[in-house]
């Protein structure tokens, strides 16, 4: 029986595709059973963040009109097995599907897998409404600028008011920049966890490796990013704390890219 | 302007503060959950019309002692309920 998530953020442009994308990678590398749903339907993404964009061939438009089943319409990850997407279809708007079709839906697919995780379109209104329908539990995602964190505030209070009580919200803060924080110029995760007084459940830091392997179509822990200070690493600590296990916040700093002397003599080189 | 030059910098605050201040001051008056104890079905309250949020409207305006055009009813609908929103501009 599967555990539902959904991915939200109120704002958009925080990163919700691209982690769910390696979220789904990370728990499939652990042999979980995952099932990622597009829930941005018209704008549809995670295809794309994923790499799978050219095995789409049905999408969860033709299941809420009947024509195949939720199974049928499931694409099979290239390297992982046990990672399947439900696609979104761009020739739809987001009125096309109701929050009762999503939990019928999920419904059908619950017993085949361990973690159904749905990605949520950017905003309060009818996707959003549709992506939660179905979850049980809720990851948002935030970058450490104010815009974004105001805009979680508000989602996980709409959230609450839909059923998810705050000990099922977890936060994810995305795109955070050590250096920035030392210097005094960015919020610290204290800060943004203290003001939005929910638990965290990752931290990543920003990285041109996530850019290079969106570029790719290839997850980022699969794009040669599984070193110890990679950031695919971080992705492997969030789906261990989804699995259950106690790893501490403190891991994912760890991964945080070092920029020392060496780095920058590689860089007059021309070596990195 | 010579000596200058090796002068060394005055060390100018981080905006983490001021990113800190402006988010506690927005957050701290916004996300509030409100319990549902009571609910009045829509056959005792009858349909939403003008006259009673007109009389929303008064009862805000005597309650928190402001002019009548500085309170603003809205209604909204929240999983099957509806919700009287109302935004009270106190100057």
Known sequence: ?????????????????????????????????????????????????????????????????????????????????ELHLLAASQIATKEMLSPEDMKRITSELYNDFDF??????????????????????????????????TDADRVIGLLDNAGIREENVRLIINRFKARMVKR?????????????????MGIIPDSEDIIVSSNRGIPVILNGNKGRNSVGRVFENIASRLRGEMLSIDKDLETTPNKGFLELIKRIFGRN | MFFGLFRRKKKKEGSRKDAKDRLQAIVSGRRHSVPVREV????????????????????????????????????????????????????
């Open chain 1, 1 to 81: 029986m599967a555990k539902i998530y959904v991915v939200t953020s109120g704002k958009g442009g925080v990163g919700k595709t691209t982690i769910t994308a390696n979220i789904g990678c990370a728990l499939a590398s652990f042999g979980e059973k995952v099932c990622l749903i597009d829930a941005d339907v018209g704008l549809k993404n995670l295809d794309i963040a994923m790499g799978l964009e050219n095995r789409v061939v049905h999408t969860i438009l033709d299941v809420v009109n009947g024509k195949v089943s939720p199974k049928e319409a499931l694409v099979r990850h290239k390297q992982f097995k």
């Open chain 1, 116 to 149: 159904i995780i749905v990605d949520s379109p950017a905003g309060i209104e009818r996707g959003f409404r549709n992506a939660i329908a179905p979850a049980e539990r809720a990851l948002v995602i935030t970058t450490p600028e104010l815009p974004a964190i």
């Open chain 1, 184 to 200: 005094g110029d960015m919020l610290t995760t204290d800060d943004i966890k203290e003001n939005l007084a929910v638990d965290l």
């Open chain 2, 40 to 91: 009045i079905s829509q056959e005792v309250v009858g349909t939403p019309d003008k006259d009673m949020l007109g009389q929303i409207k008064r009862y805000v305006a005597q309650r928190f002692k402001v002019e009548e055009e500085n309170v603003r009813v809205q209604l909204e609908e929240h999983n099957g309920y509806v919700v009287i929103i109302t935004n009270v501009v106190f100057h």
